[in-house]
């Protein structure tokens, strides 16, 4: 078969255009044969396959190197045995080799569950970027971090259709009576699940983007790699800087929702920095790694040991404090998006009124209530000023 045209774009697929029949006029000069392209397209993707294996290895040496298990090579926080450089190098490789794990279907993980591992390892990532912005500069780790989100971006279509189904079934059982038997309410559900099986297909069927989702987090990976970090710079003095805009856009964030014009735009941006938040005190909740060594070394140590887990206790209760604050604020976010679907359902706009009206009614009750309540939570989160948070923290 002939085409107009055939070429290979940047996403590693065949693009075809609409065609001619190849007979009469529609073998004109200009067509070329779809063999080559997609012999490119094989090519490229067996490349994809090769970079994932070199990746795997490289992480398997280099954890063999440091002599540490598999578990603290992937866990998501600084030790005390690293310096704070080595360990956020540490930690962006190994976040990265978990996505690209995930994507490549070498865990034995469900695809659902894959993807949306894959998307929370991503924001992780985001996160560290922006704890080190001051250290890598505010046009890299912004590229970086776009790359990241684009990425968490084409992997959200099935994640997004399954919290709207969970969003509505959460709704229900909190009113059991007036939304639970209604036919609108029960028809609504069942054109959110149709569309939840639909993109979930599509999205975990494209083991094609899948791969090119891990080939460019493979490139990110590259760079990190390659990242230098001063070795002999404090964590306080290399996470402080980035620490003290997370706090401060997040108590800015606090007041501009708290506003009386606030819209859902606004809580949903103060979440994102909530989100960064949780994830860096994580990062600074430093933790001894695995006992090693004499008993008498390890006596030696207890004392040490017992300060740091009373210091890890209370950047813990950072975290929790945050984690807890930024579900409230997704769960609002999740009831907005429910609210719009509701409202442009052609059933329940056109013959089901009044479950439409309770259907509102009972989502803005709730959005109301979790607003309040997350006003109130990060009213106490954000109570210090940036730079006693920031000291406080690195004590």
Same mark, same amino acid.
């Given at each position: 078969?002939?085409?107009?045209?055939? /070429?290979?774009?940047?996403?590693?697929?065949? =693009? @075809?255009?609409?065609?001619?029949?190849?007979?009469?006029? +529609?073998?004109?000069?200009?067509?070329?044969?779809?063999?080559?392209?997609?012999?490119?397209?094989?090519?490229?993707?067996?490349?994809?396959?090769?970079?994932?294996?070199?990746?795997?290895?490289?992480?398997?040496?280099?954890?063999?190197?440091?002599?540490? &298990?598999?578990? !603290? /090579?992937?866990?998501?926080?600084?030790?005390?045995?690293?310096? %704070?450089?080595?360990?956020?190098?540490?930690?962006?490789?190994? !976040?990265?080799?978990?996505?690209?794990?995930?994507?490549?279907?070498? &865990?034995?993980?469900?695809?659902?569950?894959?993807?949306?591992? *894959?998307? #929370?390892?991503?924001?992780?990532? $985001?996160?560290?970027?922006?704890?080190?912005?001051?250290?890598?500069?505010?046009?890299? %780790?912004?590229?970086?971090?776009?790359?990241?989100?684009?990425?968490?971006?084409?992997? %959200?279509?099935?994640?997004?259709?399954?919290?709207?189904?969970?969003?509505?079934?959460?709704?229900?059982? $909190?009113?059991?009576?007036?939304?639970?038997?209604? $036919?609108?309410?029960?028809?609504?559900?069942?054109?959110?699940?149709?569309?939840?099986? =639909?993109?979930? /297909?599509?999205?975990? +069927?494209?083991?094609?983007?899948?791969? !090119?989702?891990?080939?460019?987090?493979?490139?990110?990976?590259?760079?990190?790699?390659?990242? #230098?970090?001063?070795?002999?710079? &404090? *964590?306080?003095?290399? *996470?402080?800087?980035?620490?003290?805009?997370?706090?401060?856009?997040?108590?800015?964030?606090? @007041?501009?929702?708290?506003?009386?014009?606030?819209?859902?735009?606004?809580?949903?941006?103060?979440?994102?920095?909530? #989100?960064?938040?949780?994830?860096?005190?994580?990062?600074?909740?430093?933790?001894?790694?695995?006992?090693?060594? &004499?008993?008498?070394?390890?006596?030696?140590?207890?004392?040490?040991?017992?300060?740091?887990?009373?210091?890890?206790?209370?950047?813990?209760?950072?975290?929790?404090?945050?984690?807890?604050?930024?579900?409230?604020?997704?769960?609002?976010?999740?009831?907005?998006?429910?609210?719009?679907?509701?409202?442009?359902?052609?059933?329940?706009?056109?013959?089901?009124?009044?479950?439409?009206?309770?259907?509102? =009614?009972?989502?803005?009750?709730?959005?109301?209530?979790? =607003?309040?309540?997350?006003?109130?939570?990060?009213? @106490?989160?954000?109570?210090? #000023?940036? $730079?006693?948070?920031?000291?406080?923290?690195? %004590?």
């Amino acid at each position: 078969m002939t085409t107009n045209r055939t /070429a290979i774009r940047r996403r590693l697929a065949v =693009r @075809r255009t609409a065609h001619r029949p190849p007979w009469g006029g +529609g073998k004109a000069r200009g067509h070329r044969s779809i063999v080559a392209p997609l012999a490119a397209t094989v090519a490229a993707t067996v490349a994809v396959g090769f970079g994932l294996v070199v990746v795997r290895v490289e992480r398997e040496r280099r954890a063999a190197r440091a002599g540490r &298990s598999p578990r !603290q /090579a992937r866990r998501f926080g600084l030790l005390s045995d690293e310096t %704070a450089a080595s360990g956020c190098r540490r930690i962006a490789l190994g !976040q990265l080799d978990l996505a690209i794990e995930l994507l490549g279907g070498e &865990s034995s993980t469900p695809p659902e569950e894959a993807v949306h591992e *894959t998307r #929370k390892a991503l924001k992780r990532l $985001r996160a560290l970027m922006r704890l080190l912005e001051d250290e890598l500069g505010a046009k890299r %780790a912004d590229r970086e971090r776009a790359v990241l989100r684009d990425a968490a971006t084409r992997l %959200a279509g099935a994640r997004d259709a399954e919290v709207m189904v969970s969003t509505l079934d959460a709704l229900i059982e $909190r009113h059991p009576r007036k939304l639970g038997g209604r $036919r609108g309410v029960v028809e609504l559900r069942e054109d959110l699940e149709r569309e939840r099986l =639909r993109v979930s /297909a599509r999205t975990l +069927g494209e083991a094609v983007m899948r791969e !090119q989702v891990a080939e460019e987090l493979a490139e990110v990976r590259a760079r990190v790699a390659k990242l #230098k970090l001063p070795a002999k710079r &404090s *964590t306080a003095k290399l *996470t402080g800087p980035g620490l003290e805009h997370i706090y401060r856009a997040g108590r800015t964030g606090r @007041r501009r929702a708290g506003r009386r014009n606030a819209g859902a735009r606004a809580l949903h941006r103060w979440r994102k920095h909530v #989100k960064d938040l949780r994830y860096a005190a994580e990062i600074l909740n430093v933790r001894e790694p695995a006992a090693a060594g &004499s008993e008498s070394a390890s006596k030696r140590r207890s004392k040490q040991r017992r300060r740091m887990v009373r210091q890890s206790k209370r950047i813990a209760e950072v975290a929790r404090r945050a984690d807890r604050l930024g579900e409230m604020l997704g769960e609002e976010h999740d009831l907005m998006l429910l609210a719009e679907r509701v409202r442009a359902h052609k059933p329940l706009k056109r013959h089901r009124k009044r479950t439409r009206k309770r259907l509102l =009614r009972a989502i803005s009750r709730r959005r109301a209530g979790l =607003r309040k309540r997350a006003l109130r939570e990060g009213e @106490r989160l954000y109570a210090r #000023k940036p $730079r006693r948070f920031v000291r406080k923290m690195h %004590a």
